[in-house]
């Protein structure tokens, strides 16, 4: 952009994240730095508080406008805004700040239809493949750091290993890996707090956290069972220290390549490989240059113009053109044809979207055991995966257990409309809350309910007014459902 050259007004509706100050810190300094990054293309006005769209546009006189959704809040208050609908005229996107297998998805669908949003960007490099039925309309913004807090404070490198971040079922590399590593070398391990827990004010965060990798040689992290590109990633070597880190297509997409500019690592290797490095320490240290080159170079926080890239082609866009991005880090660009070139990513599937496939498999050949214990085997990786409890549900159904199936299905819903605030649950799932009542017994609730969300369209709920209305007596009209 020519200096010269005023930048497009933004306007940013984001959470109030503030009350983050008081626990996990360091989420609110993520959101923080979300608006620096911003604010490199845009003038950004951030709104963080209830209001009246068409005022705060009064108001900024915005050229875009951003809604922050799908957050899974830990303290984050999500804020109200009236009157979305109006000021058709200014573009609006939505960004999904969350995990691609978040349970606050269906939360966010419902926000791009009550907001009349069609475009939308996801931190997460996985998003396209957890939210198929945005294909076409959602890109990714991903993940980066702040250089001017993860840079090399040239600090002396007196901590053997860092190990950091939380290990449990969502992490299995780190579950797998880091015990081993300690058996072996000696470490700086930080506690695990929950994101909420007043108790994680005391993790080290922002410039801290940052010199404290700068100190250390080796620092271990993974991306999720998904597979995912997480922040620690780049805050590793951004620090300039040495990245050891499980492999995957994410990972390879980033530009990270084994003994060039990281580590990669499993359960079998690790030892092998922490042992090498250390014995090797020139080697060592041209490793981690390469990665701190790479971040500096493609993963900063100035690095990261897709939004901006989506605004300035979007004013002109032609008939028969379309916008596409090629690859979870790369530019947003035009295209008038697509090719099957032109589409690599979503990435391979992650593991629980394997076992989901799986299970799926089971349901129709009608061996529910199985498909239960796959259901659970995703569970283990994310106990509240959405997939997997509204598939829980069906084999509860198909066991014959219809208030089973009930209450799994009216606690996805209440995690939608009543956790997350969405106005509408998903359409599926209430569709199947609908059939189960039916099953247990429960008509007449059913009857009352069956419009308690007159906005809700999907094919799987007309099919539960049908039976409904068939077994009620009632007529359902075309449109319905």
């Not at 499980?246 to 084994?258: K, L």
């Not at 500096?296 to 989506?310: A, D, G, K, N, S």
Request: net charge neutral; hydrophobic share 40%; glycine share 6%.
């Amino acid at each position: 952009m020519n200096s010269s050259e005023r930048k497009p007004r933004l306007l940013f509706f984001q959470w109030d994240h503030r009350p983050n100050a008081k626990a996990a810190n360091y989420l609110l300094l993520h959101m923080q730095q979300q608006v620096k990054c911003l604010q490199t293309h845009f003038d950004v006005a951030v709104v963080n508080h209830d209001c009246d769209y068409a005022e705060m546009c009064d108001l900024h006189q915005p050229d875009l406008v951003l809604f922050e959704s799908g957050y899974r809040s830990h303290g984050s208050r999500r804020i109200t805004v009236a009157n979305t609908r109006c000021n058709a005229a200014i573009p609006k996107l939505a960004l999904h700040n969350g995990d691609a297998w978040c349970d606050r998805r269906a939360g966010f669908l419902s926000d791009l239809d009550h907001w009349g949003i069609e475009t939308c960007f996801s931190i997460a490099t996985l998003a396209p493949q957890y939210m198929p039925e945005l294909k076409g309309r959602l890109f990714v913004w991903p993940n980066f750091v702040d250089p001017d807090i993860f840079h090399d404070y040239r600090q002396q490198k007196v901590i053997p290993v860092t190990q950091t971040g939380q290990v449990y079922g969502l992490y299995p590399w780190r579950q797998q890996v880091f015990p081993k590593i300690r058996e072996r070398y000696p470490c700086l391990v930080s506690p695990q707090h929950a994101y909420e827990n007043s108790h994680a004010a005391r993790l080290l965060s922002g410039e801290a956290y940052a010199r404290v990798l700068n100190a250390s040689h080796v620092v271990p992290t993974c991306g999720t069972v998904a597979g995912e590109v997480v922040r620690k990633h780049f805050e590793i070597p951004g620090a300039n220290a040495c990245l050891v880190t499980e492999r995957s297509e994410a990972i390879d997409a980033a530009g990270f390549v084994d003994m060039e500019n990281c580590v990669f690592a499993d359960q079998h290797t690790i030892l092998d490989r922490l042992d090498y490095l250390f014995s090797h320490p020139e080697e060592m240290a041209q490793i981690t240059a390469a990665g701190y080159r790479l971040v500096h170079e493609r993963h900063t926080l100035y690095c990261r113009p897709q939004i901006y890239q989506w605004y300035m082609l979007d004013r002109d866009l032609g008939p028969g053109e379309q916008i596409i991005q090629r690859d979870p880090f790369g530019d947003i660009v035009r295209v008038r044809h697509v090719s099957a070139s032109d589409m690599r990513f979503p990435l391979s599937p992650a593991r629980d979207r394997s076992l989901i496939q799986l299970a799926d498999y089971f349901l129709l050949a009608d061996r529910i055991g199985k498909a239960e214990k796959a259901l659970e085997r995703c569970r283990d990786y994310v106990a509240y995966l959405p997939e997997a409890r509204f598939r829980l549900a069906l084999c509860a159904l198909r066991c014959g257990d219809a208030a089973r199936a009930c209450e799994l299905l009216a606690d996805l819903i209440k995690t939608t409309t009543v956790d997350y605030g969405a106005p509408d649950p998903d359409p599926v799932e209430w569709a199947w809350f609908l059939l189960a009542l039916v099953c247990d017994g429960r008509l007449g609730q059913a009857r009352q309910l069956q419009h308690f969300y007159p906005r809700l369209r999907h094919g799987e709920l007309r099919r539960a007014h049908l039976v409904i209305g068939r077994l009620t007596g009632t007529a359902v009209s075309p449109g319905e459902g």
